[in-house]
């Protein structure tokens, strides 16, 4: 198994792509921790992983907020006895419009949920990392922060924070055996933020629109997004850091 034992925070696993990374590293070996804010979906999702024979637990917390995000850390290292991997999954997006439409609001929640989530996990983890001689940081990105489209400016920009941050934090963690990585997955049709990402209801017309822009023909999965979570996961990449694994189709070349 290739995660074996190590112990790993998925945050937004209640769905979509957070859920398909922790059934995957689930079923590699790794000893997980369920993160949403919706209690329902993640409890769900804790219990489908532990009745397939895996290990797994939920943990309710609200990325932005600091004291919870704390809880979560320190949630893990009690249950399991120590942290190896946090994936930063947790997402929010604005609907496709115009940058001008977009209310001050909805800006304040794409950055508190996609930018300040990462800021709050790097300031909780990194301690524990440390203390045990190192870590991983994986933080799910997005193909919008390389190769951005009209309609999601702010959403974009908060990916492209994200990226840039992570690759920050590889060179300034590095030396404490901190890996710090991001994985930038292109539309999926069957994330729960998909239909905010098309501006409206998923018409074949604006699927074909998406797809036509990914040389490879289709969109991605959630299994395609947690496969290459669980390269960065394991001891095969025990010297990959800094760097964004497009899980894209060629979508940004």
């Known amino acids: 198994m290739r995660v074996h034992h190590k112990s790993i925070i998925v945050t937004g696993a209640g769905q979509g792509i957070g859920k398909g990374i ?17 209690t329902e979906l993640g409890t769900a999702v804790a219990a489908e992983i532990v009745a397939a024979g895996g290990t797994a637990a939920f943990v309710a917390a609200d990325v932005t907020q600091s004291g919870q995000v704390k809880a979560l850390v320190e949630a893990a290292v009690q249950r399991y006895g120590r942290l190896d991997v946090m994936v930063n999954n947790a997402g929010w997006t604005h609907r496709n419009r115009p940058a001008l439409e977009v209310s001050e609001d909805e800006f304040d929640k794409c950055y508190a949920v996609n930018v300040k989530s990462i800021y709050l996990a790097t300031v909780h983890a990194t301690p524990v990392f440390r203390a045990q001689g190192g870590g991983s940081f994986i933080n799910i990105a997005s193909t919008a922060g390389v190769r951005p489209r009209p ?3 702010w959403y974009n920009g908060s990916k492209g924070a994200v990226i840039t941050t992570s690759k920050s934090l590889a060179a300034e963690l ?41 040389p490879l023909g289709r969109f991605s999965t959630a299994l395609d997004v947690a496969n290459a979570v669980l390269y960065l996961s394991s001891d095969e990449a025990a010297f990959i850091s800094g760097v964004c694994i497009e899980v894209d189709g060629a979508r940004c070349v």
């Open 22 to 38: 922790a059934l995957r590293l689930a079923a590699e070996g790794a000893r997980i921790i369920v993160n949403d804010i919706n």
């Open 174 to 214: 590095g030396p404490d055996n901190i890996r710090v990585n991001c994985v930038n997955p292109v539309f999926n049709p069957e994330t729960g933020m998909s239909t905010e990402f098309a501006g409206g209801p998923l018409t074949e017309d604006r699927m074909a629109r998406f797809r036509s822009t990914i």
């Open 151 to 153: 309609g999601l400016t």
